[in-house]
């Protein structure tokens, strides 16, 4: 029983990240420089 447990959420967890890939994978370029840009503005900020 704990064995089909520990692949129902490593199965959980795969499905997660190819829904993070893929919205990643979403982004044109300009997009993804823009969004660097901004949280590097924000790391920069003293807070």
Known sequence: ML???A???VAA???V???AERR???YTPE???DRLRARVAE???PG
């Open 7 to 9: 692949f129902a959420g």
């Open 31 to 33: 997009e993804v420089r």
């Open 24 to 26: 990643r994978r979403a």
């Open 43 to 45: 790391a920069g900020e």
């Open 3 to 5: 064995g089909l447990a």
């Open 17 to 19: 990240v190819v829904r």
């Open 13 to 15: 967890t795969g499905v």
